[in-house]
C-alpha cells in the first residue's frame, strides 16, 4: 500500500523556518517526480514545487521562489521542503504527492502538514 | 490565482446527474491532458480523473469526465450523498511550465 506521511509542521513566527519532511512506503521511492501542494484555510490547492527522480532538477512557484528548497533522500524513502524567511501567506496545509510523469497526475497524496505563520 | 475557472459550487438531489464545467485556455487545457481530483472535508484531494477521462481502480463508473478544445467537464451520474465534497480540475501548463488547478466545486446532495 503507497503511504506518504509527512511531518515537521507546526507554528512558526514570520521570517522563520521549518522542515518538512514525507516518508515514502509501499513503493520504489526512487522511481517517482515528487511534488509538494499546499491549501490555504478554506481555499483552493497550488502546486508548489516538484523534484525528478535523481533530485537533480526542481521547480518552484513564483511565490516561493528563493525561499524554499526542496530535496529528497533516495536511500531514506524521503522527501523535504525547507521553508526559510516564512509570510503569513505561507499559512496552510502541506501536502506531499506522488507522480509518474513531470507533467503527469498527483495519484497519491499524503495525509498533510499544517504550518502556521503567526507572530 | 488559479488558473482554472470552475463554478463555486453545484448541486443536485439523490439519483440526479451533476455536471461540474473547467474553464482554461490553450497553454494548459487546449493542449494537455486534464484531471481530476475529490476532496472530502479534512482529507486530502484524492486523484478521480487522470488522462481527461480515465477512472483509477476504484472510482465507481458513475464518475466521468471529458474535454473539448480550451474547456473539460467532470459528471457525476446517479447522485449519492457521499459524492458530497469539493472537486478540483488540473492540467499542466505549457507557459508557467507547472501543474495548474481549478477553482474548486462544492457538490452539495440536497
Known amino acids: 500500500e503507497v503511504q506518504l506521511v509527512e511531518s515537521g509542521g507546526g507554528l512558526v513566527q514570520p521570517g522563520g523556518s521549518l522542515r518538512l519532511s514525507c516518508a515514502a512506503s509501499?513503493?520504489?521511492?526512487?522511481?517517482?517526480?515528487m511534488s509538494w501542494v499546499r491549501q490555504a484555510p478554506g481555499k483552493g490547492l497550488q502546486w508548489v514545487s516538484t523534484?525528478?527522480?535523481?533530485?537533480?532538477?526542481?521547480s518552484y512557484a513564483d511565490s516561493v521562489k528563493g525561499r524554499f528548497t526542496i530535496s529528497r533522500d533516495n536511500s531514506k524513502n524521503t522527501l523535504y521542503l525547507q521553508m526559510n524567511s516564512l509570510r503569513a501567506e505561507d499559512t496552510a496545509i502541506y501536502y506531499c504527492v506522488r507522480e509518474l510523469l513531470w507533467f503527469g497526475e498527483f495519484d497519491y497524496w499524503g495525509q498533510g502538514a499544517l504550518v502556521t505563520v503567526s507572530s | 490565482q488559479s488558473v482554472l475557472t470552475q463554478p463555486p459550487s453545484a448541486s443536485g438531489t439523490p439519483g440526479q446527474r451533476v455536471t461540474i464545467s473547467c474553464s482554461g485556455s490553450?497553454?494548459?487545457?487546449?493542449?494537455?491532458?486534464v484531471y481530476w481530483y475529490q476532496q472530502f472535508p479534512g482529507t486530502a484531494p484524492t486523484l478521480l480523473i487522470f488522462r481527461n477521462n480515465q477512472r483509477p481502480s476504484g472510482v465507481p463508473d458513475r464518475f466521468s469526465a471529458s474535454k473539448s478544445d480550451t474547456s473539460a467537464s467532470l459528471a457525476i451520474s446517479g447522485l449519492r450523498s457521499e459524492d458530497e465534497a469539493d472537486y478540483y480540475c488540473?492540467?499542466?501548463?505549457?507557459?508557467?511550465?507547472?501543474?495548474?488547478f481549478g477553482t474548486g466545486t462544492k457538490v452539495t446532495v440536497l
Open positions: 490553450s497553454s494548459n487545457i487546449g493542449s494537455n491532458y
Open positions: 509501499g513503493f520504489t521511492f526512487s522511481s517517482y517526480v
Open positions: 523534484i525528478n527522480l535523481s533530485g537533480g532538477t526542481t
Open positions: 488540473a492540467a499542466w501548463d505549457d507557459s508557467l511550465r507547472h501543474q495548474v
